[in-house]
């Protein structure tokens, strides 16, 4: 079974978190919940969840994890202007390993420089953004592009994790 960080900060989108980490889990996989700060308690944005982050991003390494799942909210922006986190997500990347963002998590990927040429979606009214950081900007449920899973919002949530769950 694959290994999982789940890249989270307060103001995530609850469901977004909750159901891939959920499904994930179910289906066998060991999942990490990495942060700024181990041991910090962070909530959704309409606090109907809340984990405690278990690994600081200063303790971890990339090639410990077979893919990364970034939850949208406001937590990818909490998260986007950190160098650890950035070269954690650019050394999945290079590695060529699974990436799911969903909502705002492509932000994180915007902020990495890691959407030239690669086609995407994310939470709509990010899409100038997100064509701004050279990607190609497709609305669908669920858009794969190598290694990359890409969703719009909550009511994507089972494409997503059916997406990830066929490359894991």
């Known amino acids: 079974m694959s290994k999982i960080a789940f890249l989270l ?3 995530f989108e ?3 978190m909750q159901v891939p980490y959920d499904e994930l889990t179910k289906a066998g996989h060991e999942a990490d919940i ?3 700060e181990k041991g910090q308690k962070v909530t959704g944005k309409n606090g109907k969840a809340e984990y405690t ?4 991003i200063t303790e971890v390494q990339a090639s410990d994890y077979d893919a990364v799942v970034i939850p949208g909210g406001s937590s990818p922006e909490n998260l986007r202007l950190n ?3 950035l070269n954690f997500v650019t050394e999945i990347d290079n590695a060529n390993k699974t990436i799911g963002a969903i909502c705002h998590g492509p932000q994180i990927l915007a902020s990495a420089d890691l959407l030239k040429g690669r086609t995407i979606t994310s939470y709509p009214a990010l899409k100038a953004d997100m064509m701004n950081a050279g990607a190609n900007f497709k609305d669908g449920e669920a858009i794969v592009d190598g290694n990359l899973i890409t969703s719009r919002v909550p009511d994507d949530e089972p494409a997503f994790v059916r997406e990830l769950l066929k490359v894991l």
């Not at 982050?53 to 600081?56: G, P, S, V, Y």
């Open 9 to 11: 900060a307060n103001e």
């Open 14 to 16: 609850d469901s977004e």
């Open 34 to 36: 990495i942060g700024l």
């Open 53 to 56: 982050i278990e690994k600081a």
């Open 83 to 85: 160098a650890d986190v």
